[in-house]
C-alpha cells in the first residue's frame, strides 16, 4: 500500500532529534520555561549564556512556551515540570494554593536575597499566605502614553499631558473626531484599547477590588464610580461606533499599532511600549509618558499599578537548588541591569547603579521609577479566582463600553458571580489550608 | 419543463454557488500572499500589488520550529492510521465473522460508546494519563488507536458481512484457525474498505485540535494544528498574512491526499451514509 | 455452553480484546469517573474533594451556563436544518445530468476536508467587520437595500456584535457541508429510476417529485445524517474557541457548553464542575437524540421493510 513508505519516513524523521548543546555534556542540565519572544527572548537568551558561560557545573537549557499560565501547571500536575519557569505575579496566589510551586524563604535566605534589595511592591507581590515564592525579574508599571502630534493638531499643548480624568475626558472630546455617518475616525482614549488593565482600573478612583480576606469590594463608592466612568463612552462616541473602529486596529506588535496610526491619542501602558515605538512606529513618531490620571480635583502622589515577570521553582522540580543558584544570578544587580536593560525597563532592585540610568535607551525611564517607588502604586489584582474574575470582568466591561449594559448593571453581575466564585475558592483553600500550611514548613525545615 | 432551460438554470445554480465556496480559498491564498500593509487596507483589495511569496518561509519561521511539529503531526498521523487499521479490523472480524453468545449486546454498546460526548471523559482521561505520566508526551494521542474506534469497527463490520459466510466455513473445515482466515482471507478482501479507514483516520488525526490542546505541554511535541494557533493568540492583533500563509500550508497536504485518493474517499463516505 | 460455543466465545472475545480493554479505560472508567467527580470539588493538583451535589445546585443557578446552553441550542436549531437543507439542494443539483459535475462536487466537497484550525483562522479573516470577505461581499447589496428601504444598513461587524455573532459561525458551518453533500447525493443516485417515471407518468410536477418520492427515499440517509449531526454540533468547541481566540465572543454569544466545560477543567481548575457540565450534555445529547429517533420512527420510510 502507499501509505506504508510515508509510515517509514514518519519514523525515521522521528529518529532525528534536536541537537545537543555540546556544552551541557558532563553538566547538571536545568530545564528552564520562558515565555519571552522576539527581542525579549533575545535579552534573556544573554543572560543565560552568561550564566551558562560562568560556571562549569550547571548548564541552563531555556525552552520558549506560549500560555504558560497553562501549561505550567498541567506539567506540575503531570509530575514533569521543568526545574524553573518565568510566570506572571498574577497568577502567583492560584498556583500557591494548588500546591504547584516550592516555597522560596530558606533558598533566597540562603542566598542572601532579601526584602531590602528590592522596591517594596515588588517584593510584595512575591509573597502569599507568609512565604516567599518568586523573585522578579523584569518589571513595569502602567502609565499614561500620548501622541503629541495629536495634541498640536487639537490645540492642546504637547507637553502637557492631563493631570486628572477630567481633564482626560475633555482631552479626549477634542481629539475624537466622527464621521458624518457615526463612524469613528480616531479616537482620544477609550478603555478598551489596549484593555489591559481592567482588573485595576479601580484604582485610579481610589477603590480596590479585594479586601485581601474574603469580600470583593465592588459594591464600594469608587467603583460604582469606575463604571459609571464606563457607561459615559458608548453615550458620547456610539457603543458600535467604538467597536467598529478598534475592528480595524492592526497587530499590537506592528506598525498598524492604534497608537502608532494615530486612531487612539491616549492610550495606558507598559514600559515596554517604548520598544515597540522604536520597532514599529513611524520615525517621525512623537510621544510622552506620564501617570495615568486619577479620578481626583487634586492630583498628589502618581497612581500606577505594578506587574512583573517572576522566577519560579515548580513542586516536583527536580534540583531545587541548582535552580535557586540560577535565580540568583539573575537577580544579581549586574544581571539584573543587563536584563532590564536589554528590555528597556528599570529594574525591581531598590539600588540602581548610575550608569544604567546614565545609558538607559528609555527617554522616560524616570517616569516609570517614579511611578513603581510611589506610595500609591499597587500590586496588580492577585486574587484566587484571578482566571474567572479576569474572564468575567473583561465580558461586563465590554458589555457596558458597547452600551449593552449599564455601569450598574456590570458592576452588581461582576459582583454577585466573583463574589461567588471567590468563596468556592476560598472555601477550597480552607479545606487544604492545614495541610499545606503544615507541607510548607516541613519543606523549609527539612535539611538539604 | 423544457429540459435544455433547466439544465441551463441547473448549470447557473452550481456556477453560483461554486463560487461562493471557492471564494474562501482564493481569499486564504490571496491574504498570504500580500505585505502586510495591503491585508489591512479598507476596502479590502482583492488580488495583491505583487505576490509576497516570502510570507511562507517567514510565517513557519513565526511559528516556530514548523518541521518539527509537522514530523510530530505525521508521526501520529501514521501511528494513528497503523493503529486503526488493525485494531478496528480484528474487532470488526470478531463482531461479524464468528458466532459468540452475546455478540450482539455487545455490539449494542459498542454503538452506543459513540454517543459519549468527549467532554464527558475528557477530565477522567486527563487525570487517568497523568496516573500514567503520559501528560507531556504524544502517548495519550496515539495509544488510544490501538484499541479499535466504534465508528470505523461499524464500518469494516458492514463490510465484512457481505462477505459469504461459506468462504469462512470452508477454511474452518480445512483446518484453518481463525486469525489465518482473518489475515489470509478476509483482509485481502476488504482492501478497499482498510483504505477508506486508512483515510479517515488521517485526514482526523490531521485536524485534531482539542486533544493535542490539552494533553500536549511542551513545545517540541506540538503538532501543527497547535502550532498555527500558538501563532493566532500571539498578543496583540493579528498578522493576517503570516496567518493565512500557514493556514495555506497546513490545508495543503489534506487536499493533496485527497486528489491522490479522491475514488476511495467519496466511496467510503458515501458508503457509511448508506449503511 | 456447548464446547463449540465456548470456543467461539473465546475466540470472539480474543478478536475484540484491543476494543475491549479501550472500552473498559477509556470509556468506563472515565464515565463512572466523571460521575463521581461531578460530586466532588476537584482541582487539578488535589484530591477530589467530596461536596455533594453543590455542582448541579451551582449550573442551575449559573446564568453563563443557561447562556451557553441557550447559544448551544440556537446555533444546533439554525444549523441542522440550514445544513441539511443545503445539502440535499446541492446534491440534486448535482444529480442533473449537466456536464462538469464532478468538478462541482469536488469544489463543494473541499471545504469540509480543511482542518478546523485553518478553517477558523480564515472565517476569522472572513468575518472580519472592516476588511472581511464576507463584508466586502455584502457591502453593495446592503448599501442598495439601504436605499431602498431608506435607512442605513451597514454590514453586521460579525464577530464584534452579540446578535450576527452566532450567525457568522453557522455560515463557517455551511461551508462545511460538502461531506453530507456527498452522502445524500449516493443516496439519491440509488433511487431506482423507475419510481421517477411511474410519477411523471402521473402527471406530477418537480415539487411533487421531490415529495413524494425523493423526500420519502432519501430520509433513512437523512434520519442518520441528522443524529450524526445533533451528536456533533451539539458538542461543537474547536471552531468558537479558535474564533474568540479562547475567549467567549461578544457578549458571551459565542460561549458553547463544550468552551464553558473547557474553561472549567483547564483555566479555572473547576474540574468537578466541568464533569457535571458534561454529563448534564450527555444528558441532553441522549434526550435530543431519542427525540430525533421519536420522530423519526413515524416519518422514515425504508423501501424494502
Known sequence: MRLLPIFFCGLGLAACSAPEDPRARGRLVLEYWEKWTGYEGDAIAAVVEDFNNSQERIFVRRLTVSKMDQKLILATSGRNPPDVAGLWNTYLPAYVENNALLPLDRLAAEASIGEEDYIPVFWEMCRHRGHLWALPTTPSVAALHWNKKIFREAGLDPDQPPRTLAELERFNEKITRKNPDGTLDRIGHMPQEPGWWMRDFNRWFGGKVWDGESRLLLDSEPNRRFFAWLETYPRRFGGPAMYRLRGGFGNFASPENPFFTGKVAMVMHGVWLNNFIRNYAPPDFEYGAAAFPADEENPSDPVSVAEADILVIPAGSRHPREAMEFIRYVQSQAAMEKLCLLMKKFTPLREVSPGFLENHPHPYLGVFLELARSPRTAPILNIPSFNEYSNDIETNVNEVLRGALTGEEGRTRLSERQQKALQDKLARWQRVAGIREAAWRRELDEAP | MNSKISRTLVWIALLTVGTLFLLPFGWMVSTSLKPLAETMSVPPRWLPSSPQWHNYPDAMKAMGPFWIYAR????????????????????????????????????????????????????????????????????????????????????LRQFFLTIPRELSEAARIDGCSEWRIFWQIILPLTRPALLTVALFQFMATWNDFLGPLIFLTRQADFTLSLGLQALQSQQGGTAWHHLMAASTLVVLPVLALFFLTQKSFLRGISTTGLK | MSPGESTRLRQGLGFILPWLVGFLFFSLYPLLASLWFSLCDYSVLASPVFIGTKNFTDMATDPVFWQALRNTLAFAFAAIPLGTSLAIGLAILLNQPVRGRGFFRTVFFLPSLVPVISLAILWQWILNGQMGLLNTLLHYPLEWVGHWLGTPCPPPDWLNDPHFAL????????????????IYLAGLQEIPAELYEAAELDGTNAWQRFRHVTLPMLSPVIFFNVIMGVIGTLQTFAVPFILTNGGDGPGRSLLFVATYIYQNAFSYWNMGYACSLALFLFLLIALITLWVVRIGEKRVHYAGR
Do not use: K, Q
Open chain 2, 72 to 155: 510530530n503531526t505525521l508521526l501520529l498521523a501514521t501511528l494513528n492510521v497503523v493503529g486503526t487499521v488493525l485494531s478496528s479490523a480484528l474487532v470488526a472480524y470478531g463482531f461479524s465473522r464468528i458466532d459468540w453468545r452475546g455478540r450482539d449486546r455487545v455490539f449494542f454498546v459498542l454503538l452506543m460508546t459513540m454517543m459519549i460526548p468527549f467532554p464527558v471523559v475528557m477530565v477522567p482521561l486527563y487525570a487517568l494519563f497523568r496516573e500514567l505520566g503520559w501528560i507531556g508526551t504524544l502517548a495519550p494521542l496515539w495509544v488510544p488507536a490501538f484499541c479499535a474506534s466504534a465508528f470505523h469497527v461499524f464500518l
Open chain 3, 167 to 182: 450567525w457568522g459561525l453557522v455560515f463557517t458551518g455551511l461551508w462545511g457541508t460538502g461531506h453530507a453533500m456527498v
